[in-house]
């Protein structure tokens, strides 16, 4: 068997309705706990208000901090300034996965000194220790999985621009409670964005060359949940059901991720969201299709013209297909197909449902040509199943544009 290692993996409270034990969890933690939400979906509902009042009726303090879009240094740095000396015994997130990534940070942060800029991969010149302040994290959209990682993305958007992460095997949650009931009142636009991110992770982590049996099993169980659930929820925001399966393909998706990488599209995202004000989901969502049909098509060339590196990449690339073929299996009706058939299957389905969730084009914000050539050159894609050079990469963006 291939050998590998599977990271930590934090404890999980998966039920609807179990938002409703938060409460009593948070009485065990201290008084003082930092609940980090979204600016507008959350806590704007009736769930947010009866929460607050809870928490609040149990005697705890409650600081709140909101997330608009992907945190950024200052928005961490800042929160941390502010609650340093308020003997901060817990940070709760519940949200999407900016606000998951903000509380990562800022639980991480209270226990140091600096700004979490210093502790960033590539970017940062400091070794985090790994201190926290005990952390909960509750997901009300089905996509990122930073629920399950150890890991927070910090962005700077701009020329200068970084999408870097605070890493460290002791920031995996404390707890992880998923309550697929949170995701019901999430809209069309963020559950197929929020949902491609989630499928796209899967699919990236099936396919890396850093994957193992065990992830390949839970990323295929995660699949099957998103063919069984995606469009459902999507199109009935009410389906509880659809919901509960994006919720469990969502929290697969992060345990995948973290142990067998990712491949080009989350490369590419990676740095259009250094450079430019866009989701992240939105991004993956609208590169899947056009990736995976080239990643296909180079994996023929292999098969067909043989490669530079010999026979290893002639039996990787059979073993790639070998995989695409699989994922066509999941969501085709039909049995008995060849691989062939399943492959082209696959790659139909994702073109089919960009168009069925209308994914943005790169262009829609303000995205030009000239700034696909530089994404491509700047982008780092690893785990792919094959190699792509920076003309290919172009070559997606462009489709894309």
């Known amino acids: 068997m291939k050998p590998f290692r599977l990271a930590r993996i934090p404890q999980v409270l998966f039920r609807s309705g ?57 928005l961490v740095d800042d929160a941390v300034s502010r609650l340093k000396g308020a003997g901060i015994s817990l940070v709760v997130s519940i949200g999407g996965g900016s606000v998951m990534d903000a509380g990562k940070a800022i639980s991480a942060m209270m226990t ?36 399950a990682t150890k890991n927070a993305v910090i962005s700077q958007v701009g020329e200068e ?80 059901e659809a919901r509960s399966g994006m919720s469990y393909a969502a929290l ?15 490369g590419l995202a990676g740095t259009i969201g250094a450079l430019f004000n866009i989701p ?32 290893i990449a002639v039996t990787n690339a059979n073993t790639a297909l070998g995989k695409y073929s699989a994922l066509g299996r999941i969501f085709a009706d039909a049995t008995g197909k060849s691989d062939s058939y399943y492959i082209g299957f696959f790659i139909d389905y994702l073109h089919a449902i960009t168009y069925r969730f209308n994914l943005p084009r790169l262009g829609s914000y303000g995205l030009v040509y000239s700034d696909l050539e530089a994404i491509s050159s700047q982008s780092d894609v690893k ?13 997606i963006l462009g489709q894309r544009l």
């Open 161 to 240: 621009g970084f999408k870097r992460s605070l890493r460290h095997d002791n920031f995996v949650p404390d707890l992880v409670i998923i309550d697929p009931e949170l995701t019901l009142e999430c809209p069309p636009d963020i559950t197929a964005a929020a949902g491609m991110d989630c499928f796209t992770q899967l699919t990236e982590a099936y396919l890396s060359d850093k994957g193992s049996p065990i992830t390949d099993a839970l990323a295929i169980e995660g699949l099957k949940a998103v063919s069984r659930s995606l469009l459902r929820s999507y199109t009935n925001g009410d389906d509880i």
């Open 280 to 311: 992240h989901g939105a991004v993956c969502g609208t590169l899947m299709a056009a990736a995976n049909d080239l990643n296909v098509s180079e994996l023929l060339k292999i098969i067909r013209y043989g490669s530079s590196t010999g026979d």
């Open 252 to 266: 697969l998706s992060g345990i995948c991720l973290a142990n067998a990488g990712l491949g080009a599209v989350h």
């Open 18 to 74: 179990a938002i409703s034990d938060l409460p009593d969890i948070t009485k065990g933690y201290g008084r003082n706990t930092v609940l980090v939400t979204g600016a507008r979906s959350f806590v704007s509902s009736r769930r947010a208000d009866r929460l607050f009042e809870q928490l609040r009726a149990g005697g705890l303090n409650v600081y709140h901090v909101t997330v608009a879009g992907e945190p950024s240094p200052e």
């Open 383 to 395: 785990n792919n199943p094959v190699r792509l050079s920076s003309a290919r990469l172009l070559e």
């Open 112 to 147: 140091t000194d600096g700004s979490v800029t210093d502790y960033l991969e590539v970017v940062g010149s400091r070794e985090h220790p790994g201190t926290k302040v005990p952390f909960i994290a509750v997901p009300t959209t089905s996509g990122t999985g930073s629920e």
